[in-house]
């Protein structure tokens, strides 16, 4: 059986019947370019083939009924006249702030739907399980109601419910490259602009890994806030100095001067954002050219910073790039905005199978339970599946 024809299986047995379409929006890893998203950066994501399946049906009220395997076990009602947040349905609350931004920028849902939602990927794992949904939710209405939303508005609408409806300052990356991704290629995506190119991902004898740590973290009330106030505090200062819109517009060799300006704690934060964008460029580089083993090696510099400057790792993602690298990846780090989550690694493809019980292994010795591998190819945005 197909996933098409499992997801129409399963929407069939809850609402008695068919579907009138079935959707796919991929998750995202972002090999390079990590918390710079929200300072105008250049970030290199990929849309994976691992992702949220979506049916819909019509109806004739103004409820949206969902249901969802990986995220409840109930069904959930949405009134289109209350959109209001549901502390009590969380994941539902994606949902809800897909129609209340619509509703706000102008566009009418005139009536609900039934809807069905399953993921196979994990859930507060780095893998923008919740962009993948809010993209879903946009593309479905959009092809319903002839809304006319191009794509680049698709992501920027998912963000506005990240930012505005849930309470999380993230940036434009993850709904971006969810809705723009296309199969074999990475997008190298200028935040600031908004203009990108694909980069073609072709990793020869290697084989792209992701690990989940299993610690599960809520974006919302993480530090992820706190590092984006420090940020923006630091920018505020630097303007002062600099002629300067975003942090990404300065350079390695301002280093020095900054240094002077900022308290120590600021300064890292600073060096982390400038030095990232530059081995960001550099990665594109190296991937057009095929010179894998370098682009590895500016992933590894990539953690190091993450861990050092930025402080968004943590033990688990530590322990699991570390034991990545002494198992045989030639590179890697985390991806994501960090406290747990997801890494990435780059692994020659005859050492993958041995790799992973290794690890895991390891892993359980050091942190007390498993990590999970997985595997995944590249993919196209968020779409139907005819």
Known sequence: MTIKDHIKHRFAAIYNTPPVAVYFSPGRVNLIGEHIDYHGGLVLPVALSIGTYGAYSLRDDD???????????YPITINLGDLSKDSFTGWA???RGV???LKDEGYHVPHGLNLYLESDMPTSGGLSSSSSLELLIIKMLNDIFNFGIDRTKMAVLGKKVENEYIGV???????????NGKKNNALLLNTNTLKFDYIPLDLKDYQLVIVNTNKRRGLA???????????????KTLKNHFKINNLTELKSSDLPQIEKLLDPLLFRRVRHIITEQERTLESAMLLKEGKIEEFAKLLTASHNSLRDDYEVTG??????VLLLLETGAIGARM??????????AIVPKEKVEKQAP????????????????????????????K
């Not at 409820?63 to 076990?73: A, N, P």
């Not at 033990?315 to 699991?320: A, F, K, R, S």
């Open 99 to 101: 129609f209340q931004v």
């Open 63 to 73: 409820e949206v009924r969902l249901y969802s395997t990986g995220y409840s076990d």
């Open 169 to 179: 300052l993230t940036g434009i990356m993850d709904q971006f490259v969810i809705a």
């Open 358 to 385: 290794l690890v895991i292994d390891l892993y359980k010795k050091v942190i007390g339970y498993a990590p999970s591998f997985f595997a995944s190819d590249s993919s196209d945005g968020t779409h139907e599946l």
């Open 221 to 235: 009330d993480s530090k992820y806030n706190e590092r984006w106030n420090e940020t923006m505090g630091a920018l």
């Open 93 to 95: 609350n994606y949902v």
């Open 335 to 344: 991806t994501g905005a960090g406290f747990g989550g997801c890494a990435i």
């Open 315 to 320: 033990l688990e993602l530590d322990t699991i």
